[in-house]
């Protein structure tokens, strides 16, 4: 093994995630030693340009992590990373699960195979730094025409699930990442809730 390719290795991590370009500083042949260090395992090709050093662990390579992983992908660090299954702790009877792994973000839209796991990016102009209960409930009705569930059954359990929740903060999701329909339904729902309450 030559010099220069066991010099760049001393630079690689473990559990860390390159892009070609992060090897640069380190090799005067970038591309005849990613070719290497995949042929002899030292990393895993995630994607075009991505490319994992594995942490071995006792039950093998450990994956990427997903937050990782995303960010090498969209070389940037604004992005959400939720999935469906996420509304399953709402406690409103949704049970189904869903194989994927859902990444707002401002730069790419489509389904990406990375690592070997498919991820759906999303482009959305806002979406917030981490999911909150009152997030995760206006992102919901945003996205019921996408779950295999009874839409109908399901909004009314939402309208039964507001008088638990922080009413101020849910309107404030709702105003800021809600769509046009997800936006009239709250504004519709708590105006309803405060009558109730007043009455």
């Known amino acids: 093994m030559s010099e220069k390719l066991n010099e760049l290795k001393k630079h690689l991590r473990p559990g860390q995630i390159y892009r070609r370009a992060d090897l640069l500083a380190w090799s005067n042949a970038v591309d ?21 050093y594995p942490k071995k662990t006792a039950f093998g390579e450990a994956p990427a992590e997903d937050d990782k992983l995303v960010e ?6 604004r ?8 509304y399953n702790a709402l406690g409103l009877g949704t049970t189904q699960l869903y194989n994927e ?19 759906d990016f999303r482009v959305k102009p806002y979406f917030p730094k981490s999911l909150s209960k009152e997030y995760l409930l206006v992102d919901l009705v945003n996205n019921l025409d996408r779950l295999a569930e009874n839409t109908d059954r399901l909004l009314q359990r939402v309208r039964e699930k507001l008088a638990t929740m922080d009413t101020r903060n ?11 329909r997800t936006r009239k339904f709250f504004d519709n729902t708590l ?8 009455a």
């Open 32 to 52: 005849r030693h990613l070719k290497q260090l995949v042929e002899d395992r030292t990393l895993t090709k995630l994607s075009q340009g991505v490319y994992l």
């Open 72 to 77: 090498a992908f969209l070389k940037d660090h």
């Open 79 to 86: 992005f959400l990373l939720t999935s469906p299954n996420a």
């Open 101 to 119: 792994t859902v990444v707002y973000n401002h730069k790419r839209h489509g389904r990406f195979k990375l690592g070997g796991r498919f991820f």
């Open 170 to 180: 849910l309107a404030r999701m709702a105003r800021e990442y809600g769509n046009v």
């Open 191 to 198: 105006a309803e809730l405060q009558l109730r309450h007043a």
